[in-house]
């Protein structure tokens, strides 16, 4: 079997709502999202031989979704008061809205549902919170 592994980062704030402890406040982490694909074949002829798939391929899929949250709030839909919502909105702050508590648990899931969606053969996502912390979710 053949793996191929890269990685992209975002800067983003979160909260976890109904935490009992700090992180229940807005703060930010330098995100960092490690991707691996595998497979068995490779490509057997033109300009891919040799490649599972080209590095850049593969790089610019997780770098697109590592910079579309980028700078943003992530926050849990139904998390926030409406007037607050409102509030950023108005303000023009960029906020990503997410259906799920916005732990490093989950957005790893996400981050593989999103590639895998994408026909890339996903074998595991890691998102490291913090450069001592990190959760990663691997296909069944
Ligand atoms: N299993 C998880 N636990 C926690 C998550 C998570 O995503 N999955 N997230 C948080 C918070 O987001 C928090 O920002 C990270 O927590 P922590 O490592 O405690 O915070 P620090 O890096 O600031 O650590 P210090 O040692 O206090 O500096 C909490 N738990
Ligand atoms: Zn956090």
Same mark, same amino acid.
């Given at each position: 079997?053949?793996?191929? $592994?890269? *990685?992209?980062?975002?800067?983003? #704030?979160?909260? =976890? #709502?109904?935490?009992? /402890? $700090?992180?229940?406040?807005?703060?930010?982490?330098?995100?960092?999202?490690? #991707?691996?694909?595998?497979? %068995?074949?490779?490509?057997?002829?033109?300009? $891919?031989?040799?490649?599972?798939?080209? &590095? /850049?391929?593969?790089?610019?899929?997780?770098?697109?979704?590592?910079?579309?949250?980028?700078?943003?709030?992530?926050? +849990?839909? /139904?998390?926030?008061?409406?007037?607050? =919502?409102? #509030? =950023?909105?108005?303000?023009?702050?960029?906020?990503?809205?997410?259906? &799920?508590?916005?732990?490093?648990?989950? =957005?790893?899931?996400?981050?593989?549902?999103?590639?895998?969606?994408?026909?890339?053969?996903? %074998?595991?996502?890691?998102?490291?919170?913090?450069? *001592?912390?990190?959760?990663?979710? +691997?296909? *069944?």
């Amino acid at each position: 079997m053949y793996h191929l $592994k890269t *990685e992209a980062h975002f800067d983003s #704030a979160h909260f =976890l #709502a109904g935490y009992n /402890g $700090k992180c229940a406040n807005i703060h930010g982490h330098s995100w960092k999202i490690e #991707a691996e694909i595998l497979g %068995s074949e490779l490509q057997q002829a033109g300009e $891919k031989r040799g490649m599972l798939i080209d &590095f /850049g391929d593969f790089k610019k899929a997780v770098r697109r979704l590592a910079d579309s949250f980028d700078h943003t709030l992530i926050y +849990e839909k /139904g998390s926030l008061k409406a007037a607050t =919502l409102a #509030a =950023l909105k108005d303000e023009g702050f960029s906020l990503t809205e997410v259906d &799920f508590r916005p732990t490093a648990e989950n =957005l790893s899931r996400h981050f593989y549902d999103m590639l895998t969606a994408q026909g890339l053969p996903v %074998s595991r996502i890691t998102v490291y919170e913090t450069p *001592e912390n990190c959760a990663y979710y +691997e296909g *069944e």
